[in-house]
Nanobody
């Protein structure tokens, strides 16, 4: 079955960096766009970034543009989110999401990122 397993979250001070990873299995990873979406406790979902199947096209929310970088390694079936210059407002649960032509169809369980002193 399809699985998406995020890792790399944790507690970081403002201005710090983290790299999230999402290991995918159960489908042909290299054929699908992948997304990162985040959600703060008690708040709605916020789309963060997406990457095309080959990794050559990336897109970002304005709130993270210039600070976050999405990438993928299709040989490892893994998508990454490098996060720099982290701010307290980046504190969220970050989800890795697979999409098909109809939209987002599979979600990981998420990894918590906390930005605090």
């Amino acid at each position: 079955q399809i699985q998406l397993v995020e890792s790399g979250g944790g507690l970081v001070q403002p201005g710090g960096s983290l790299r999230l990873s999402c290991a995918a299995s159960g489908f042909t990873f290299s054929s699908y766009w992948m997304h990162w979406v985040r959600q703060a406790p008690g708040k709605g979902l916020e789309w963060v970034s997406r990457i095309n199947s080959g990794g050559g096209a990336t897109y970002y929310a304005d709130s993270v543009k210039g600070r976050f970088t999405i990438s993928r390694d299709n040989t490892k079936n893994t998508v990454y989110l490098r996060m720099n210059s982290l701010k307290p407002e980046d504190t969220d649960v970050y989800y890795c999401v697979k999409t098909n032509k109809y939209g987002m169809d599979y979600w990981g369980k998420g990894t918590l990122v906390t930005i605090s002193n």
